[in-house]
């Protein structure tokens, strides 16, 4: 099955749109720090951060629906539940920053594991792993580059945080349960 | 379908016993604060807390039922799992007060739409928002009358906490399956 | 039903590893402390620990499957899920020690509650009762004598912390759980 331009949009708008408030979250407990540069910013991500969480959540939801069939019964209330598990995960990583951080990956895996027990399927963990490796690499580039960093607390992963792959793996998880939503809700084009 | 007063007493007393928990730990956290009155104090609370807290349960659930029939398969489970989200929720607005106010509204709204996403149905949103509106607007009142405050960084909307509404929701959601299971227990008296 | 021994060596082990990452959580946030002693340390915990949690969780396996029959429909998902809920309650009340202790105690009740409501059964409930009372009662014993003590802030129920039996119900609950699961992989030998 392939997602439609308009379940692809839908799924960029979602993105780009909560993406931000977990930046936000990063920045203000001072878990995440962005150096100045030229590029405009919303609130407090660059331009870049929004469109790169959008464009994130349109392909792996166009991956998941292309892995295997949609599961019947899947509603909005399962959208918004997993949304809201990924918030929460995300919240947690910055008000218990500068906590040990031992415990805090405990928590940030446990939380992950626990969204996808009540959301995921098999092909979520595929869309999940993906997410957990690529996410990390890249923010990885990304303090390398100077872009932004993490703080002292939170960067023992190669300079991000150890909690960062399973944030990305709930993260996964989600985009490929909003991928299943928004194409069960267009059209039978199997 | 109405309740009967047997089951109404019972949601009264639930809310009556559980609400002073809950206001005890925004106390011992100094996130709320109340006023010196001539009012009896049982724990922390005033005698009106449990008073009011008890008969929006019983209101609530008296509404869900007459919204629309109680879902069947609810049981006990479902109840011991609503009420313990909500305290759930209360114990972080609590014990993380004094955190980046954004963060842990972002996290209490999460817990909130978790809480809907496992336990509510469509009028159990119907409960939700009366209580996300009423409960706020009337502790905003309390708060100009000088009968208690928010603690400086937790009093950002109109003197009470951002996540005030969120909570709110919670209780409502909360309020919503206990009179369904109330309903459901006394006989068919639909 | 009985399990095997295979059944029963494989709870000892997901026990013996999983239980030292909790109690590595408590000793680096100082929620405990261990004394010094001649026994081999791995980790932080002492040899024992894993020996003792890997023990109770066959044990508490072994009695779920003694009591009454496994649930149809399980699956390795809700194994993840309760293991997963354990190790994020056992995580708050590391991170979290220091708190309020009421309102911590309040949090772990209810993510006990909550892991029970989402995973667990009648029979996981006198599982969990008996974690509740023979784990804190060994473990004041191991206060008593000098083996380890709990932080000021978590020392209430008799030298260790008033939310001990609560983590304990809800690692009961996992027990019992795992316990049907290894049950239900080993042949049908009702």
Same mark, same amino acid.
């Given at each position: 099955?392939?997602?439609?331009?308009?379940?692809?949009?839908?799924?960029?708008?979602?993105?780009?749109?909560?993406?931000?408030?977990?930046?936000?979250?990063?920045?203000?407990?001072?878990?995440?720090?962005?150096?100045?540069?030229?590029?405009?910013?919303?609130?407090?991500?660059?331009?870049?951060?929004?469109?790169?969480?959008?464009?994130?959540?349109?392909?792996?939801?166009?991956?998941?629906?292309? &892995?295997?069939? #949609?599961? !019947?019964? =899947?509603?909005?209330?399962?959208?918004?539940?997993? @949304? /809201? *598990?990924? %918030?929460?995960?995300?919240?947690?990583?910055?008000?218990?920053?500068?906590?040990?951080?031992?415990?805090?990956?405990?928590?940030?895996?446990?939380?992950?594991?626990?969204?996808?027990?009540?959301?995921?399927?098999?092909?979520?963990?595929?869309?999940?792993?993906?997410?957990?490796?690529?996410?990390?690499?890249?923010?990885?580039?990304?303090?390398?580059?100077?872009?932004?960093?993490?703080?002292?607390?939170?960067?023992? &992963?190669?300079? #991000?945080? !150890?909690? =960062?792959?399973?944030?990305?793996?709930?993260?996964? @998880? /989600? *985009?490929? %349960?909003?991928?299943?939503?928004?194409?069960?809700?267009?059209?039978?084009?199997?």
């Amino acid at each position: 099955m392939t997602l439609s331009w308009k379940g692809l949009a839908g799924l960029f708008v979602l993105g780009a749109v909560i993406g931000p408030i977990g930046d936000h979250i990063h920045v203000v407990t001072g878990t995440t720090r962005y150096y100045d540069s030229w590029v405009p910013v919303i609130g407090d991500s660059p331009l870049w951060f929004p469109l790169v969480v959008g464009l994130a959540t349109a392909a792996l939801g166009a991956i998941r629906v292309r &892995l295997a069939p #949609v599961r !019947p019964g =899947l509603d909005v209330r399962h959208g918004i539940g997993v @949304v /809201a *598990a990924v %918030l929460v995960t995300y919240a947690f990583t910055g008000i218990l920053n500068g906590t040990s951080i031992f415990a805090l990956t405990v928590l940030i895996v446990g939380m992950a594991a626990l969204t996808w027990a009540a959301f995921g399927d098999d092909p979520a963990i595929v869309c999940g792993v993906m997410a957990a490796v690529g996410g990390p690499a890249a923010e990885i580039i990304g303090t390398w580059t100077n872009l932004f960093d993490y703080a002292d607390s939170s960067d023992g &992963l190669l300079g #991000v945080a !150890p909690w =960062l792959p399973a944030l990305y793996f709930a993260f996964g @998880v /989600a *985009a490929a %349960l909003l991928g299943e939503l928004v194409a069960g809700r267009s059209a039978v084009s199997e």
